[in-house]
Structures are given as structure tokens and as C-alpha cells.
């Protein structure tokens, strides 16, 4: 039986960002970053307000449709709770549209703040980590930037059950805990990017070689993740998706190129155009004002434990 929760609950998401792939995990494998949204959210009397502040304050509809509120409401639904109206305000940091998981971020954060309503009227209402990342994925319909979110770290995720239903797909993911040396660069461009369209580029079929190369790569990204930063390079190489998309990503492309000659593991962040620097050392001062030079801006950001609802 559904549950009402009482006027005046309040809970605030802190949730991450994140990159999926890491080069050839496409897909698969994917790291928070410790770039965060805060999404806060109130029970009233009746009726949505919703605000947004920074990132995307003027881009997305500010109604029932926001993907925020209706994660929200789904994180309800799920928990067995409802509640007459809803407060929610959303304050954004993780820029739109560049390959750093907004998206997911938003749909975690929403059903992490519901989660958080339905645990402060009643802890055994409270929804499993497993299960966040289950209905995150179901909004991505893919689990990588949803489990990262969620779990913290670096993730493995896959899919279980029948692939071809999206009904019956079950979404997995475990966390990795990834080596203390290791720091995350992001160089985000000033443009967007669709991931459907990076998507499209995408071919139907691969060859044999191409996918056993980033077999090898993606188990080898795992041990350089966790036990040998020093295999970095190696482990983030792929054939399967980056050249496909370079022609719409030529400056995501070339700046990939620039700093994996200069030894930097570095890679698409998810569907582009951000790159992805993996490295334990400081990016050198000279590549930094190159790009920024470029209009790239260049953030260090340490990795992220998850979402957090406080």
C-alpha cells in the first residue's frame, strides 16, 4: 500500500558526474567524478515547483517533464511512498550535452532524494543500491554513467537477462575501487554534442580483430584502474567507437592524439566532445594554456564516492 509522506520533508542529493567508456569500454565501464549537482527537494500541500540554477537553467522545461521530477517521482513510486506536491530545486554544475553523464546525474539524483523522503519516514522503505542503479539504467538504457553515479569510483556494468527486451534487461554494475594515484583531467569543450547523432556514426558489424582488441584492453583498463596506473596508455587505447566518431569530434579527436604523444592516457568522455586525461601526474603547464588557448576548459577533478542525500 502506497504511503503519503507528511508535509515538510526535505533532503538534498549531492550527485556526481561522470565518463563512461575510458576508451574501450564502451559501454561498460565507466568513473565518477567529483563534479557534482545538488538537487533538493521538499513535500508540500499540493501541486510541483521546480527551479534550476546554472547549467541548463534555460534550456530544459521546468514542469512535470523535467527529467529531474520524473525520476523523482518514479524513486517514489518504487519506494511505495507519494506525496501530495513537491518543492524541487536544482542547482547544476556538470555541463549539458558534453559527455559527462548530465543526464544520468539528473535521473540519480532524483531518485536518490526520493529515496532519501522515503527513508526518513520509514528506513525499511529504503531502496538498495542495486536497485538505484536498476532504475537509473532504465532511464539511460545503458548502465555505465548510471552505475558510476550511483556506486562511486570505477564501474564495471553489464546487462542480464534478454538484451533484445528492454523489458527484461536486468542492469549490473560493481564498483572498483580505483588506485589512490590516479587523477582525472577533463578538457570540455565550449560546443555540444548528441549523443544519438555519435551514436548513428556507430557501425552495425565490427571485425573479429577489432573486437578482441578491446577485449583486451577493457580487462586490461581494470588492472591499470586499480593495481597498475602505470599501464594507463595501453589500457585506454580502442578501434571500436573513437575513430568512428572523429569526424564529428575533430578537436575532441585532435587533442586526444596531442596528449596520448605526450604519454597521457587519454580518451572520449562518453559520447564526446569532453576528453578524459587519466594520469598520476599534473598535466604540464604548457599543454593546459595550449588548450585553453583553444577555448578547451581544463579542470582537475578527484573521483567521486557517489551520490550522497543528506
Sequence with gaps: M?????????????????????????????LALDLCDEITVTTTQSGLTIRVEGEGADDV????????????????????????????????????????????????GGLAAANG????????????????????????????????SVLGGAVVSWIDGDCTNVAERVYRAVRLDVHGDIRAVVLVPSERSSTAHTRGLLPETVPHRDAAFNVSRAALAVVALTKRPDLLLPATADLLHQNQRA???????????RLRAEGIAAAVS?????VLALTTAPIPESLRAEAESEGLSVLDLDLSDGVSVV
Design 61 to 108: 522545461p521546468w514542469g512535470p517533464s523535467h527529467l529531474v521530477v520524473r525520476a523523482v517521482e518514479r524513486g517514489l513510486e518504487s519506494a511505495g511512498v507519494w506525496a501530495d506536491g513537491l518543492d524541487v530545486l536544482c542547482r547544476n554544475v556538470i555541463p549539458h550535452s558534453r559527455g559527462l553523464g548530465s543526464s544520468a546525474s539528473a535521473v540519480v
Design 117 to 148: 523522503l522515503a527513508k526518513k519516514l520509514d528506513p525499511n522503505l529504503a531502496l538498495s543500491d542495486e536497485q538505484l542503479v536498476q532504475l537509473a539504467a532504465e532511464f539511460e538504457g545503458h548502465p555505465d554513467n548510471a552505475a558510476a
Design 270 to 274: 562518453g559520447a564526446g566532445p569532453t
Design 247 to 257: 569526424p564529428a569530434l575533430p578537436l575532441t579527436t585532435r587533442w586526444i592524439a
Design 2 to 30: 502506497t504511503q503519503t509522506l507528511p508535509i515538510g520533508l526535505r533532503v538534498t542529493a549531492r550527485v556526481p558526474a561522470s565518463s563512461a567508456n575510458l576508451g574501450p569500454g564502451f559501454d561498460t565501464l565507466g
